[in-house]
């Protein structure tokens, strides 16, 4: 379904708006592209309007330097572990609702209420169609195997995407084995950690690296971009798997900051988020896996491969997030 069909059946399907309604600020480290229509299909169905300030680090530094006078009602952030920071530093407040706790999965949100999971993405394996083959990595482990010496680009290991994929390893092995894979993935790498997800796919695409690490829903947007559609149909989307588990994933989420001015209009927008509607949207729109249930991923996301979740608690590995960084910056990952 096109974005303008679901946005209509969205409107089609609702009363008339509430006027006069408040607006709802968001401090979002969602990029806005991947959140603006969910926004739109809000104010559609609600009236209300939405402003959003894009933060690329600092959320939570700007929110405790704000204080009460803090005009953000919702922070919206990928990673369990930013999540989790935003609670630990009490910038967030809980939200009790059985429309929330109807829609969302309970391993997908926080048992207090302070956050939400909306969404969830798999850190993969990005693969050269013509240097590799799909079958030599099935795990995470593989990747510290010699064969792939000078093949292997990512992004900074200190990057939160990289820290929960590190915690997730020393949930599955402890301090030691993570250690060796560390040291083993840095040696394999063909140039210092740089760029984001998509900048990884392009080095496979130049022929710089052969496989990287990226996250699922990267694919989709390179796929319906003119300059990046050639990186992305360079590669395969490979879903290794740890070796007692399964392929590691993490969420998208909401939480209600402790501030909120606009707490009543907050609220109805993370219930929306929730929602089947802003699901199917994430789902066709975003390329991401909807927590929703009987809301599917998109043809095209399925299309990937099948995608068997690890079974580790988020809130373990946001628990490990200290250890794993401590860990990269011990053995100089980016160095």
């Not at 391993?107 to 850190?123: M, Q, V």
């Not at 796929?223 to 070796?243: G, H, I, M, R, S």
């Not at 399925?302 to 011990?330: F, H, I, K, Y």
Request: with cysteine; glycine share 8%.
């Amino acid at each position: 379904m096109t974005r303008s069909l679901i946005l209509g059946a969205v409107a089609a399907a609702t009363v008339s708006p509430v006027p006069a309604m408040a607006d709802v600020n968001i401090y979002s480290y969602r990029q806005p592209e991947l959140i603006r229509p969910l926004l739109d299909a809000f104010t559609e169905q609600t009236g209300i309007e939405t402003n959003v300030a894009f933060l690329s680090k600092g959320m939570v530094e700007r929110l405790l330097a704000e204080g009460e006078r803090s005009p953000a009602d919702v922070i919206l952030t990928v990673d369990i572990s930013r999540l989790a920071e935003a609670v630990e530093a009490g910038v967030t407040q809980p939200v009790q609702s059985d429309v929330l706790n109807d829609a969302i999965p309970a391993e997908f949100r926080d048992p207090d209420g302070n956050w939400f999971g909306l969404t969830t993405r798999a850190r993969i394996v990005y693969a050269s169609k013509d240097r590799v083959d799909p079958a030599e990595i099935t795990t995470y482990e593989d990747l510290a195997d010699p064969k792939w010496q000078g093949r292997i680009c990512t992004r900074s290991g200190t990057h939160a995407y990289n820290l929960a994929l590190v915690a997730a390893m020393l949930h599955h092995h402890g301090e030691e084995v993570t250690r060796t894979w560390l040291e083993g993935v840095k040696a394999n790498l063909a140039r210092k950690p740089q760029g984001n997800d998509r900048a990884q796919v392009k080095a496979i695409w130049a022929g710089e690296c052969d496989i990287s690490l990226g996250n699922t829903y990267y694919m989709g947007m390179m796929l319906t971009d003119e300059e990046q559609k050639d990186w992305a149909n360079a590669v395969n989307v490979l879903f290794p798997k740890f070796e007692n588990g399964g392929t590691h994933v993490n969420v998208s989420g909401v939480a209600l900051t402790k501030s909120a001015p606009n707490r009543d209009e907050a609220i109805r927008l993370i219930e929306f988020l929730a929602s089947g509607a802003a699901q199917e949207i994430y789902a066709e729109v975003n390329y991401e896996y909807p927590v929703g249930p009987g809301t599917e991923a998109s043809d095209l996301v399925r299309g990937w491969g099948n995608l068997t979740s690890d079974d580790v608690n988020l809130m373990d590995l946001s628990s490990l997030r200290a250890d794993a960084l401590r860990l990269v910056e011990e053995t100089d990952f980016d160095g």
